[in-house]
């Protein structure tokens, strides 16, 4: 609640673009830990990877259009990638994310740390001015690796997850076919927001190429 507060009082002080980045938040938010998505969570595995991934890809990446602070090179764009990709990793280990799953305090560690390293992600990404083969191969990495922990989730021959091994019953659905949904999340819908942000990074290097050369035909 404290948050939301916070990002109703920021989108006030901010340009027209930001404000209704920032209101695209809020609303993410509202729908994310307020609506029965949250309760939603507990129960099913799929339902909590959906959850990460309007985090990550949609909400951070808001976040960072609205708030693009930056004091200095705190981050490289290379150490923001990594540090998100183990954020990543780690809260979908299964000991760290039954952890994270039966008591509050590790529940809002886990959604601030992919929050906010989201946020440096998509930050480090939208501020590296004619970095923009750099910034495709960034997206490109976070792509793989979310392909590759979907793939481990989709073929996994077990459920790997035990706090789910029983939660799923009362959704007509084992718990192993609730890992395999969340792993075809991975695979389809959280990627579809850097898949679109390469898409225009390589339209944009096809453009600039054009120009460079003809510069040099001077």
Do not use: N
């Not at 951070?60 to 090179?73: F, Q, S, V, Y």
């Not at 809002?108 to 191969?137: D, K, N, P, V």
């Not at 927001?193 to 225009?200: G, M, N, S």
């Amino acid at each position: 609640m404290i948050g939301i507060v916070a990002l109703w009082l920021l989108a006030g002080r901010r340009d027209s673009t930001g404000r209704r980045a920032l209101l695209c938040v809020l609303c993410l938010f509202i729908v994310a830990f307020f609506s029965p998505l949250c309760a939603l969570t507990v129960a099913l595995f799929s339902a909590r990877v959906f959850h990460h991934v309007v985090l990550i890809s949609i909400a951070a990446p808001l976040i960072a259009i609205a708030l693009p602070w930056r004091t200095g090179p705190v981050f490289s764009l290379a150490a923001a990638t990594m540090l998100h990709v183990l954020i990543v990793w780690i809260w979908h280990a299964p000991l760290a994310y039954d952890w994270a799953v039966v008591g509050a305090l590790p529940y809002w560690l886990m959604q601030l740390s992919l929050l906010s390293t989201g946020w440096l992600f998509w930050r480090e990404l939208f501020l590296s001015h004619g970095r923009s083969g750099a910034s495709l191969i960034a997206l490109i990495a976070f792509v793989a690796q979310m392909g590759l922990l979907g793939a481990l989730l989709v073929f996994a021959p077990f459920a790997i997850y035990p706090i789910h091994f029983e939660t799923t019953t009362a959704f007509g659905i084992s718990a192993l076919a609730d890992q395999q949904l969340a792993g075809l999340v991975m695979w389809v819908p959280a990627m579809l927001p850097y898949i679109a942000a390469a898409l225009i990074l390589l339209m944009r290097l096809l453009k600039d190429q054009p120009e460079a050369e003809a510069g040099w035909s001077r």
